[in-house]
Nanobody, 115 residues
Framework: HVQLVESGGGLVQPGGSLTLSCAAS????????MGWYRQVPGKQREWIAS???????EYADSMKGRFTISRDTTKTTVSLHMSSLKSEDTAVYYC?????????WGQGIQVTVST
């Protein structure tokens, strides 16, 4: 049973913006901290940002400024808005739900920043 479903990826030009969304079950959304990670081939998965059920966001230092995480309680979705995109932002982006020792992942979605 898939509980996290990402959408919104694709091709974007350098300098452009893109918003990813992650649809979660209501149970996950209300109990788990939701986050976004990314991974490029040959490298470790990199944390971008998380948001708690309270709505409090946290960001990796290197991601502050260009990435914004938010949650929509009605739709039970968590979004990642990315701006001023660079070629090095090209990666597979993953939605994550975490609570204690429980860690869940979406299937990942490709974001390609290129002309």
């Amino acid at each position: 049973h898939v509980q996290l479903v990402e959408s919104g990826g694709g091709l974007v030009q350098p300098g452009g913006s893109l918003t990813l969304s992650c649809a979660a079950s209501r149970r996950l959304f209300s109990l788990y901290a939701m986050g976004w990670y990314r991974q490029v081939p040959g490298k470790q998965r990199e944390w971008i940002a998380s948001i708690r059920p309270s709505g409090h966001p946290e960001y990796a230092d290197s991601m502050k400024g260009r990435f914004t995480i938010s949650r929509d309680t009605t739709k039970t979705t968590v979004s990642l808005h990315m701006s001023s995109l660079k070629s090095e932002d090209t990666a597979v982006y993953y939605c994550n739900a975490q609570r204690g020792d429980n860690d869940m992942w979406g299937q990942g979605i490709q974001v390609t920043v290129s002309t």
